[in-house]
C-alpha cells in the first residue's frame, strides 16, 4: 500500500507470517542485495509509525498463537508470542494458574510479542519482579532470517551474555521473538485492593507510606504512586495515589 505523509508518500506492507519460516523469510527482505532500507513493525498498520524513504513491513503475529508446551507442575509454559495476555491467562485459569501481568481491559488487545518488547510488566512488578524476571527464554528471528535461541524451560547456571535479556524491552531494535518460556504463577486465594491519598497532595508523604508498608511484611504484589488527572469547570488538576493490592491466603488478605 502507499500512505501520504507530510509532501510525501511512503509505501508499506503487511504479512502473516504462520511459521517461524515465514517469519525468518519476511526479514530476510533486509539483507536483499541492492534493496531498499526496510523498517518492521508488529502488528497492524500503524500510520503514525510510518517512516520516509523506508519499505514500511507489519508483521501480523496473530497467527503464531499457539500453546507450545505446558508443565503445570513446573509452573512453566511455552507459548508463541501471537496470544494476547487475556487469551493466555484464560487458557492458564482453568488449571488454577496465570502469568502475572495484569492489564485490565486491554488484556485481550495486547499481544505477548508487544509485551516483550515494550518490556513493561505493569504494577504486578512490585510482588513479582520485572518482566525480564519472568522470561525464561525466547526463540527470536533476527535481521536476515537468523533463527537465535536463548534460555529455555529449565533454568541453568550459565555464563556469558544474556541475549534473552537484550531482546525484552528492545521494541524491536535486534529481533522479534516468536516463541517465548514464561515463568508463572498460582491464581491467589483472594485479593485486595486499595488508593490512598495525602490531604496536601504531596508525594513525598505517599512515598514514606510506601516505606512502611514495604517494611511490613505484608504480601504486596503491587504498591505503585500514579499521576490521576481531572477536569472540573474547565480546570484541570493532578493528584498523586498511591495503588496497593495484597494477595494470598483469605485470612492473611483480611487482616
Known amino acids: ?20 519460516d515465514d517469519l525468518s523469510a519476511a ?43 505446558h508443565v503445570p507442575s513446573d509452573l512453566v509454559i511455552a507459548c508463541e508470542t501471537g496470544i494476547t495476555i487475556g487469551q493466555l491467562n484464560k487458557y492458564l485459569s482453568t488449571l488454577g494458574q496465570r502469568f502475572p501481568v495484569d492489564l485490565g481491559d486491554n488484556a485481550n488487545q495486547v499481544a505477548l510479542v508487544d509485551l516483550l518488547l515494550t518490556g513493561d510488566g505493569g504494577y504486578l512488578e512490585t510482588g513479582f519482579g520485572y518482566l525480564r524476571s519472568q522470561v525464561l527464554g ?19 547456571n550459565v555464563t556469558g551474555f544474556d541475549v534473552t535479556k537484550l531482546v525484552i524491552g528492545s ?32 508525594s513525598s508523604e505517599l512515598l514514606a507510606v510506601s516505606a512502611r508498608l514495604l517494611a511490613s511484611g505484608l504480601p504486596l504484589c503491587a504498591l505503585e504512586i500514579v499521576e490521576v488527572e481531572s ?25
Request: charged content about 20%; overall charge neutral.
Open 27 to 69: 526479514l530476510r527482505l533486509s539483507s536483499q542485495p541492492n534493496s531498499q532500507e526496510y523498517a518492521f513493525f508488529p502488528g497492524l498498520l500503524d500510520a503514525g509509525a510510518l517512516k520516509e524513504n523506508r519499505q514500511n513491513v507489519f508483521i501480523d503475529f496473530s497467527a503464531l498463537a499457539r500453546v507450545r508446551e
Open 1 to 20: 500500500g502507499v500512505q501520504a505523509l507530510g509532501s510525501a508518500a511512503v509505501s508499506w506492507l503487511e504479512v502473516k507470517p504462520s511459521s517461524v
Open 171 to 202: 521494541r524491536g531494535a535486534f529481533a522479534f521473538p516468536y516463541l517465548a518460556y514464561l515463568r508463572l504463577a498460582a491464581i491467589p486465594e483472594a485479593v485486595s485492593s486499595f488508593s490512598a491519598k495525602s490531604k496536601s497532595n504531596d
Open 138 to 156: 525466547l526463540e527470536s528471528v533476527y535481521a536476515g532470517g537468523l533463527v537465535l535461541k536463548s534460555g529455555g524451560r529449565v533454568v541453568k
Open 231 to 255: 477536569k472540573e469547570n474547565g480546570n484541570e488538576s493532578t493528584e498523586y495515589q498511591l495503588i496497593v493490592q495484597v494477595e494470598g491466603p483469605s485470612q492473611l488478605v483480611a487482616d
